[in-house]
């Protein structure tokens, strides 16, 4: 009996040590527990943390996040619209609201990803294709700033909108949210993370950006050139002004310094007939040098002024 009932009883202890594990489980705090028999739910979702029983075999533990989760969607093409293909990239958070419901409809957090694809990408098309691309873009009808200030005298201003980026997202929120709550999600927050233009419009962007800023260039060009020739004009007055005064001044010494030559020759002429006489000689061989040259030929008569001091004898 003692060597049946050691091995007996290893085995009972090894069972009763299986059931007593299989009977208890934990549920941590950021976990959210149900409980199935034979594949169906029994009792309600324990949300406390803490040891707990449950009947070993014929129970199941199935455990859900407490904590609030991730959904990130696809980049998808959507046209708005004003008939614009746009690229839209959204994420989402949310949580397990009610995990009864939640094992029920979608049983595990792969099953509620996919749901949450169908349901946020399909109500974000509906919002795009209902409105125009200037109201995905922007929040709010503020006063266009430009950086550059360089078009002062031309009257742009941005179409008014009704609607806007932040309430386009808040009826998406909305809209995603109702038809989740028959699933027990519920959606905490979907942003934008992505808006941007597919490449066709983008080449067409950017070629009137670059058509715009040539234009700006082009216009800073002409007033560079216009400014270039009003210095050069402004230049040219300076100088012809300034060779002018300097001419004129320079005639006004010139004046003043023949007046005082022929001031001077004129006492000299008077003081006596030696000087007079001399005066006169060098006026007149002045008068040679500035008359005559290697090719000219000049005929003087014996009477002659000029023939005079040529016709003097040398003194003995």
Not at 18 to 34: G, K, M, S
Not at 235 to 243: D, N, P, T, V, W
Request: no cysteine; hydrophobic share 40%.
């Amino acid at each position: 009996m003692k060597k049946l009932f050691g091995p007996l009883g290893v085995i009972v202890v090894v069972l009763g040590l299986f059931l007593l594990n299989a009977a208890v489980y934990v549920v941590d705090e950021t976990e959210q527990v149900i409980i199935t028999q034979f594949g169906k739910p029994v009792g309600g979702p324990i949300n406390t943390p803490g040891l707990r029983f449950k009947l070993p075999v014929v129970q199941d533990v199935h455990r859900f996040e407490k904590r609030f989760l991730e959904w990130d969607g696809a980049s998808n093409q959507l046209p708005t619209k004003d008939k614009r293909f746009i690229w839209v990239d959204t994420y989402a958070r949310w949580r397990i609201a009610d995990p009864l419901l939640y094992f029920q409809r979608v049983r595990d957090e792969r099953g509620a990803q996919s749901r949450l694809d169908d349901i946020l990408d399909g109500e974000t098309r509906n919002a795009i294709a209902s409105h125009d691309l200037v109201e995905l873009v922007r929040n709010s009808n503020r006063e266009p700033t430009r950086a550059d200030e360089l078009d002062e005298e031309e009257d742009e201003s941005f179409a008014t909108i009704t609607t806007g980026r932040h309430k386009i997202r808040d009826q998406i929120l909305s809209a995603a949210a109702d038809r989740t709550v028959d699933l027990g999600i519920e959606i905490l927050d979907l942003q934008f993370k992505r808006i941007t233009y597919v490449d066709e419009v983008k080449l067409k962007v950017y070629e009137r950006m670059i058509a715009e800023r040539t234009r700006i260039a082009d216009r800073f060009r002409s007033e560079g050139q216009g400014e270039a020739l009003r210095i050069r004009g402004e230049k040219s007055r300076e100088l012809a002004r300034i060779g002018s005064t300097a001419r004129r001044r320079a005639e006004e010494i010139r004046g003043e310094a023949d007046a005082a030559a022929t001031r001077i020759y004129a006492e000299a002429y008077d003081r006596s007939p030696a000087t007079r006489e001399f005066y006169t000689f060098l006026k007149t061989m002045e008068s040679f040098d500035a008359a005559l040259d290697d090719k000219t030929t000049l005929l003087l008569s014996s009477d002659s002024n000029f023939y005079r001091y040529l016709n003097t004898p040398e003194p003995e």
